[in-house]
């Protein structure tokens, strides 16, 4: 027996991909202030920044509220950035998916039954913190652990959790106060909130 409830629709299908298409502008945009102006903040602290990246993937999840939103928003958004330009090329598109996998994680764990701010700042910082893995791993794996790799894998999971979680939450209750989305089931939550 198919479980209907976890069946995509096609407006499902049509939300996450206009939600990944939007944020793979908005990482476009924010590659080129992270490299640019931002550049001037040295690393890790820059890092502060990064959890504008994770967003797609906690914000599809409480939207669409279907196994393997976070995965499929965050991975549209990047495949968008880097047809783009991104600055970080192709490396995206395995980064992408990775992270959208570990906020995915964390709404798996909940059975995908709870989408409360916890639980949306759990997933900030599990997709914050395998990007910085990734990140240390990839591109700074001769960087002191103690004065580079472990404050840039703190800041960014601090900030994911920030930006990603509550900034996700957050937009994901403004866009149910407009009645945007009331054909979702994070819209039929407007008089509970």
Do not use: C, H
Request: aromatic letters at 12%; a positive charge.
């Amino acid at each position: 027996m198919t479980n209907t409830v976890n069946r995509w629709r096609t407006v499902d299908i049509v939300v996450g991909a206009v939600l990944g298409v939007a944020f793979g502008v908005v990482f476009w945009a924010w590659g080129l202030l992270y490299n640019g102006p931002a550049d001037a903040i040295p690393l890790p602290a820059r890092t502060l920044l990064y959890g504008i990246w994770l967003l797609p993937a906690v914000l599809g999840a409480l939207v669409i509220r279907k196994p393997g939103a976070a995965l499929f928003t965050e991975t549209v958004a990047a495949l968008v950035s880097v047809a783009l330009g991104t600055v970080w090329g192709w490396m995206i598109v395995l980064q992408g998916p990775l992270e959208g996998l570990g906020a995915e994680l964390v709404f798996a764990l909940f059975a995908y039954r709870l989408y409360k701010l916890p639980v949306a700042i759990l997933a900030g910082a599990a997709a914050g913190l395998v990007a910085a893995v990734y990140d240390v791993v990839y591109y700074y794996p001769d960087m002191s652990w103690g004065s580079f790799q472990l404050p840039y894998l703190a800041i960014t999971t601090a900030s994911s959790a920030v930006v990603a979680g509550i900034g996700g939450w957050l937009l994901t209750r403004a866009l149910v106060n407009t009645g945007a989305l009331d054909r979702f089931p994070a819209g039929r939550e407007r008089a509970a909130v």
